[in-house]
Each structure stands twice: as C-alpha cells, then as structure tokens.
C-alpha cells in the first residue's frame, strides 16, 4: 500500500545523499581573501552589512510605502472617469488612512534625519 511512498523517500535520499558525497569529494577549499568583498585589494575591517545604520531601514519602508500609495494612485487616475464619485470617495479613503500612518510616523520620530 505505501510501496509508492516508500520508494520516492529511498529515492530521495540517495540523490540527497549522493549529492552531499559529491560536493563533500568535490569542494574545493577557497583562500578566505578571495572570498571577501572586493575593495580595492585590502582586507574590509568590518562586516558588509554594519555601515549602515538602522535609522535608514525605517526610511526605507516609508519610501517603500510611498512608493506602494503611487502604484495604487496611476490605475486610479486612469479609471477615475469611468467610476465617477464612488472612485473619489475611495481614493480621498485611502489618502485619510495614508495621512494617519504619515502622522503616527511623524509622532514616533520616524522622520527625524539627525
């Protein structure tokens, strides 16, 4: 009843397995230097990752929001017409709550560059 089953397991673990083989028999090991992000032939002194401070993730997702507000608007502007009143009211719905999060933004310091 489970021979099916059974047998695409046993399968599975051979290619896992003979794929871990090959790379354990066919890994070569690399020069740390070669490996590490490229500046100008010296050696970085710290992590690639810790030059930016945290304050840009929060601008960031606000851009990104803004950024996300003007892909919902450009469809709108172009159905505006054919809708009438009941896309304004929508669109004037969306802009109040956008307001909101940019006002709870301002309150929390989310926009404060320094």
């Known amino acids: 009843m489970f021979a ?3 047998g695409m397991a046993l399968i ?11 790379h354990r028999f066919a890994a070569v090991a690399t020069d740390p230097l070669t490996v590490l992000p490229f500046q100008s032939g ?3 002194q710290e992590h690639a990752l810790s030059r930016y401070h945290v304050r840009w ?3 960031t997702l606000l851009f990104l929001a803004f950024d996300v507000e003007m892909l919902f608007m450009y469809p709108w502007a172009v159905v505006v017409a054919d809708l009438g009143v009941t896309a304004v009211v929508e669109m004037f719905l969306f802009l109040g709550a956008v307001f909101v999060a ?3 933004a301002w309150r929390e310091g989310a926009l404060r560059w320094a």
């Open 42 to 44: 010296w050696q970085p």
């Open 4 to 6: 099916g089953a059974v």
């Open 102 to 104: 940019v006002l709870w």
């Open 57 to 59: 993730y929060l601008a």
């Open 12 to 22: 599975a673990s051979l290619i896992v397995a003979g794929l871990y083989l090959a």
